[in-house]
């Protein structure tokens, strides 16, 4: 066995091996040479020790991570793999240990943090996978919802239904060649994750004699998962917004030295143990873990007032579908996608898939269980039989392709599976674009994904229209807003007052009295208040709001007015609003911060945005989350596809292609797919 490294001009590797097994090592041991420092702060993550490296501030998520029981469950999930599988994981993990050494010597944070590189186990890259995604489907919000309806009422438990800032989201359109210069589908696209550095997609190529696919890989688990290319088929995923996850409060007690839990049938044992937490600069931190016959406790405990316990599929089922990884990388067509995803278990997708021969899919993939349905809207009683999980929905609902299809986190084919779907603006106006124009190519497809337009600004200018009793400045303000284009564009001064107002106006709606019980969030793990902290939750329920009863119009109309006001008054003594770019900046995720970092790049765009650069508004313009990659596949020459990452091939600081491509991504650009061999520098695998 043996495999060659290339890289094109812009780092990425592209691996050639002489088999699939040997293709998979050679996967491993780039990546950790590439993104050493990442792949382990990973997998620190996911089986809850960042801590005793990252130090205090990581102890609630290790805490989670060990009582949501992520690499147990990751250990059973890969004991049931099937032998070829589970060997070419394994095979996989073997290319991470080689590579590691050199990786961590090339990567300044591991001595900043003190940090020596482990060894990673067959599961780990389970572990990795269950890590990025056990918040996925936000089961948080339902603890939010318990919040509400205790403090404002049951009728109120929804008002703040709407895509929230915790929640991953991502953009996907399919051309039918009908719709193409060429024939033959266009399949595009962008995820929406927090940014990180180095970020969560890597480009890749894997070619060995059965398959040779380009797309972008999750490091830390082989393969191409979400977004690949075939040559023959393609596909992208987006977040189907479905809920699968339960919360179940639970009564405990303890009993003769272990802890019963109370069930539709009794009082059953649980499962308990203890575990440690090491924390650098701090003492250890010791985590009972308690398992009930619904699932691991993820608040509370046997010793206080309320006990939640979670269920998920991977830990019912023993399974995440990695079976499917393998899958993807052979497919030819349509059919073998489809075939490959039924297996899929977290989390739960819209996928899009085109192929050559004018195959088309459009579905959702998933494990998704079928329950009561109180379940997916609240906490529920461990003790009630009817919210026992009764088997799963299948088959997983799908949607012909007419055209031009559009996924964006909307209501969509996964309507039937989820409660809280992002608002249509952005598909929206994807399908507004996309039908602007009668025929389009791979290179006009960044005018989608960079378009600023800002469909749910309409709401809050609709309701300052009507306003009366205006001072002038305060006037001049809303007329200037009411004229302006509805884009958020970073050069623009009109977009920045927008985005003042409405800041102004999310915190006078959170410090209105009515709203005021849900000011102190309810005493919840610390991983879990970002889904119960009131501001950001105000912030992505504006248009709600503004139209709800709870909420006197009068008193209404005198918050905006005194938003209005506020920001009119600064701008005077300002001389004006700055441009948008200068508010809204990028704001990576570093989990060792760099020293000497550069000025924050300025950013186009908003949450509501094609071009989906997510703030905080009345916490922060800074821009937390947005495309953590660009993607066009193109069906007619795999050569015309394009990609781009916000920063580089390299998790390595100073290295050449460590944020080469940030300039690219922050104009809106896409690179060139590079699949000519010919084209590209082969590399020594010395390393």
């Given amino acids: 066995m043996s495999a060659r490294l290339f890289r094109d001009r812009w780092g990425i590797p592209h691996l050639r091996a002489t088999d699939h097994r040997a293709l998979a090592v050679a996967q491993g041991r780039v990546t950790a040479y590439d993104r050493a420092w990442q792949l382990e702060v990973e997998r620190h993550r996911a089986v809850g020790s960042s801590a005793s490296f990252l130090g205090a501030g990581e102890v609630g998520w290790d805490r989670f991570a060990r009582q949501a029981r992520l690499a147990d469950t990751a250990r059973r999930c890969y004991a049931a793999l099937d032998a070829e599988t589970a060997d070419w994981v394994r095979a996989y993990v073997a290319g991470v240990n080689a590579g590691l050494p050199a990786g961590a010597a090339r990567a300044p944070e591991f001595a900043a943090a003190g940090l020596k590189p482990g060894r990673w186990e067959p599961w780990t890259p389970l572990a990795v996978w269950l890590g990025h995604h056990i918040l996925f489907a936000g089961f948080p919000t339902k603890l939010w919802r318990e919040h509400v309806a205790q403090r404002l009422g049951e009728a109120h438990a929804d008002l703040f239904a709407a895509d929230p800032p915790t929640t991953a989201g991502s953009n996907g359109w399919l051309l039918t060649g009908e719709r193409t210069a060429t024939g033959a589908a266009l399949l595009a696209g962008d995820p929406h994750r927090f940014i990180e550095d180095p970020g969560v997609y890597q480009q890749i190529r894997l070619a060995c004699p059965e398959y040779d696919v380009v797309g972008l890989a999750v490091p830390g688990v082989p393969g191409v998962a979400h977004f690949g290319h075939t040559g023959p088929v393609a596909w992208a995923i987006t977040n189907a917004m479905a809920d699968y996850q339960d919360l179940y409060a639970e009564r405990l007690r303890r009993r003769d030295g272990g802890v019963e839990a109370y069930g539709p049938d009794g009082w059953r044992p649980a499962h308990t143990h203890t575990e440690t937490v090491e924390v650098a600069g701090a003492n250890p931190v010791e985590v009972e873990i308690v398992e009930t016959a619904r699932g691991p406790l993820v608040a509370g405990g046997p010793d206080e007032g309320t006990a939640f316990s979670l269920r998920y599929p991977p830990r019912v089922l023993g399974e995440l579908g990695f079976a499917t990884l393998p899958a993807l990388l052979r497919a030819r067509t349509v059919a073998d996608v489809e075939a490959a995803v039924d297996r899929w278990v977290e989390p739960v997708n819209v996928l899009l898939a085109a192929d050559t021969a004018g195959g088309l899919l459009h579905r959702v993939t998933g494990a998704v269980p079928v329950r009561h349905p ?197 701008e005077a003594t300002r001389g004006g609003p700055p441009p948008w770019g200068e508010l809204h900046r990028l704001t990576p995720w570093q989990a060792w911060p760099h020293p000497h970092a550069g000025p924050a790049p300025r950013l186009a765009g908003d949450h509501d945005c094609v071009l989906a650069t997510s703030s905080v508004p009345g916490v922060t313009h800074g821009c937390l989350r947005g495309p953590a990659a660009r993607f066009v596949w193109d069906l007619a020459d795999r050569a015309g596809s394009r990609w781009v990452v916000p920063f580089g091939a390299s998790g390595v600081p100073g290295d050449p292609h460590h944020a080469d491509q940030t300039p690219f991504w922050l104009a809106g650009d896409l690179l060139p797919v590079t699949t000519d061999w010919d084209q590209l520098t082969e590399e020594r695998d010395d390393h």
């Fill in 374 to 570: 109180t379940n997916r809207l609240r906490v529920v009683p461990a003790w009630a039989p009817e919210h026992a999980w009764r088997g799963w929905h299948a088959p997983m609902p799908r949607a012909e392709v007419d055209g031009r299809a559009v996924m964006a986190n909307e209501r969509g084919p996964a309507a039937p599976l989820g409660v809280e779907f992002a608002p249509p603006y952005r598909a929206d106006r994807i399908g507004h674009l996309l039908d602007a124009e009668p025929t389009w190519t791979a290179d006009r497809m960044p005018a989608v994904h960079t378009d600023t337009h800002l469909g749910s600004a309409a709401p809050l200018l609709a309701r300052l229209a009507g306003l009366t009793g205006l001072d002038p400045t305060a006037g001049a303000l809303r007329d200037r807003l009411l004229r302006w284009d509805r884009r958020m564009a970073a050069d623009s001064t009109d977009a920045a007052a927008f985005a003042l107002v409405r800041a102004a106006v999310v915190r006078r709606f959170a410090a209105h009295p009515v709203l005021a019980p849900l000011t102190d969030p309810p005493p919840h793990p610390e991983v879990f208040q970002p889904w119960l902290a009131l501001v950001p939750r105000v912030a992505y329920a504006v248009p709600a709001l503004l139209a709800t009863p709870l909420l006197p119009a009068a008193d209404v109309d005198a918050l905006l007015r005194a938003a209005l006001g506020e920001v009119a008054a600064d």
